[in-house]
RNA sequence: GAGGGAUUAGUGUAAUGGUAGCACGAGGGUUUCUGAUACCCUUAGUAAGAGUUCAAAUCUCUUAUCCCUUACCA
């Protein structure tokens, strides 16, 4: 017998290390420990980002630390405060909270300018006028050295008067850049004098025309961590090499100063990011399939953003629950899209309430429902809310003569297994009655309209009938589920496929778009509901991103769609349930 | 043709020189007023080769395969 040994992922065990060493405080002090998710508010987040929120915010909480949201906001032709607000709103749904108040990469613009403008007077950066073009070539490639610019030796005073003038928008947009004067033949081909600085000329979003030139990524990120005391600045894997000029940089502005006026020095730690199968994460796949309305906006429930997550119906906490799953490591994985629906299974059916609705209604009458005269009787019944959950209740659903039920409940010709209604056949209508079926009608084409029933009074709630003399009970082997006709409210319900048909969208062609399913949007209108749905009833559980969210018995996981409205209400199905029936055929 | 990473059952992930384990999946079964859920059983693995060692998934070398890098994007 060995003792349960908690796993520490490869993050983690550095994280612990550095608390042991007192890398970045006291020996020991845990919450000194500060992450930052760091997106640029340039697009809608989507479970990729998930992944990356979790790791950071999941770090920062463990050890008691700080975990930052900040926007990195140094491309103003790119960016907008719409996807501010949706990324702020993304990262509130998923729990994953930051502290303090939001930072923006652009409230440091003015530090970033000081620490450059010192580079340059320490020989580490310079003014360089050649053109885009010249730059690309003068950078040589793999396995090729670059050549120095000329403008490379040019006076520390030159480049910054020019410096000056580029902030000062006197210099049109691609005329000049700031580079760092590393190795124009190293093999990290980051490290032959990137730029750190261009001239845009563009209004930024948060700073207006205070700003013409904008920091690069690189020049920016690490700048903009230690500004923030962030330790571990963890990102994905394709940043492993411009780790050296993370590193390059912090060191760059703490030549020549002593210990106590050294900025911090943060640890890059890279991860691999999330594959999903049937998916793809590209943000430029993404952009397309909105902009040429393959899909229906980026909250396209089809759509793999956290936004058409939640529209689907997927709660924060399954999407959790898949992501922790995948683990932290160095190895691009590729998840099965099944493992997030089986996340989501798992805690959906834990947490929805039970309700029946009819997709593909087909009307079932019991004949032998008015012997008595009473042919209009309707009864209450009483249903459970959740099989799961005790505390759930029950509510109160009405029968009567005539139903609805789902087309694929009946057959006229069925095969031995099939557990539902046939002529003959017997089956439990969920918390109704017990009904044996005698006749069908069908129309000119050969469509079921009706199927005609008899109901045993003896089997009331759903229960088996009494023993026979000989002591026998009566059984049945399926259970199907219905609405009453006259009682009910209609729904339209929008039933989703994978948007892809391949497992790597894009991977055969090239073309993403030739992997796209058609078939992966089926609009269902006419559906049947229960009544209950018509108004949010006190046995319905408050779901805290303000979802309505149910299992509709047998079908999926349903929740209501913003395009409901007074007089229609619209569903998404989340997810269907395991259906191993379906599996065997 | 360079550099940086990676490779453990079908998938994902542990084991940090000392018993290759877990989860999901798949197959089978039990229970069941959801062909759901739950429960039980079974299943299958260290990319290949060499070396060091009493002992290698773990260290070394070689090979193979995959990912990233040639933006005034992030």
């Known amino acids: 017998m060995t003792e349960a040994v908690e796993q520490r992922h490869f993050i983690q065990q550095i994280i612990d290390a550095d608390i042991e060493s007192g890398k970045w405080g006291a020996p020991g002090d845990q919450s000194v420990i500060t992450t930052r998710f ?208 993370y590193d390059w940089f912090i060191d760059a502005i703490n030549k020549g100063k002593s210990e106590d006026d050294a900025i911090r020095h943060p640890q890059q730690t890279e991860f691999s990011r999330l594959s999903i199968s049937y998916t793809n994460m590209s943000k430029r796949y993404m952009r397309q399939l909105v902009e040429e309305n393959h899909v229906d906006g980026w909250d396209d429930p089809r759509m793999i953003t956290l936004a058409s997550f939640r529209r689907r119906g997927y709660t924060p906490e399954s999407i959790k629950e898949f992501v922790v799953g995948v683990g932290v490591t160095k190895f691009n994985a590729m998840m099965d899209f099944g493992r997030l629906e089986g996340a989501l299974r798992d ?12 997709l593909d209604p087909i009307k079932l009458v019991i004949t032998n429902w008015g012997e008595h005269g009473d042919e209009d009787r309707v009864e209450m019944m009483d249903a459970i809310n959740n099989p799961e959950d005790e505390n759930a209740g029950t509510r109160e659903i009405p029968i009567g003569k005539e139903l609805w039920i789902e087309r694929a409940d009946f057959m006229i010709d069925p095969p031995k297994k099939f557990f539902r209604l046939g002529i003959d056949r017997e089956v439990r209508l969920r918390c109704g009655y017990w009904v044996k079926c005698h006749d069908f009608k069908e129309d000119a084409e050969g469509n079921v309209t009706e199927v005609h029933c008899t109901y045993d009074p ?21 259970t199907i589920h219905w609405v009453c006709a006259s009682d009910c409210i209609d729904a339209e319900i929008r039933l989703f496929d994978r948007l892809y048909k391949t497992e790597k969208p894009g991977k055969e062609t090239g073309d993403h778009l030739d992997d796209l399913n058609n078939d992966s949007l089926e609009i269902r209108t006419g559906c049947k509901l229960e009544r209950t749905f018509a108004s949010v009833t006190p046995d319905e559980p408050v779901w805290p991103d303000g979802v309505r969210r149910f299992q509709f018995e047998r079908t999926g996981y349903f929740c209501v769609d913003k395009d409901s409205t007074d007089g229609k209400m619209v569903f998404n199905r989340t997810a269907t349930l395991r259906d191993s029936w379906a599996k065997k055929r």
């Open 458 to 478: 003896n089997t009331r709630g759903g229960n088996n009938p009494p023993a026979d003399e000989e002591g026998k009970v009566r059984k049945v082997k399926g």
């Open 38 to 245: 760091p997106p640029e508010p340039n697009g809608y987040l989507h479970i990729g980002h998930a992944k990356a929120i979790f790791i950071s915010h999941g770090m920062a909480r463990e050890f008691g630390g700080k975990f930052n949201l900040r926007f990195d906001d140094t491309n103003p032709a790119k960016e907008e405060v719409e996807f501010v607000e949706s990324i702020k709103h993304d990262l509130e749904w998923l729990g994953t909270n930051w502290d303090g108040e939001v930072c923006f990469a652009s409230d440091y613009f003015g530090q970033m300018y000081d620490w450059a403008v010192e580079l340059i007077n320490k020989g580490l950066a310079y003014v360089d006028e050649s053109t885009p073009e010249q730059i690309r070539e003068m950078r040589g490639k793999v396995g090729a050295a670059g050549t120095d610019s000329p403008f490379r030796d040019r006076p520390a005073s030159e480049s910054v008067d020019l410096f000056a003038q580029m902030k000062a928008g006197e210099i049109e947009n691609g005329k000049m850049v700031l580079r760092a004067k590393i190795d124009m033949a190293s093999t990290n081909l980051n490290m032959r004098d990137p730029v750190m600085y261009r001239v845009v000329n563009t209004p930024h979003h948060r700073t207006g025309d205070e700003w013409h030139i904008y920091p690069m990524y690189d020049w920016a990120h690490g700048l903009e961590d230690s500004i923030e005391g962030v330790t571990n600045s963890l990102c994905s894997l394709e940043f492993q090499d411009h780790r050296p000029l």
């Open 347 to 358: 805690d959906l059916n834990k947490r929805t309430p039970r309700r029946m609705a009819v």
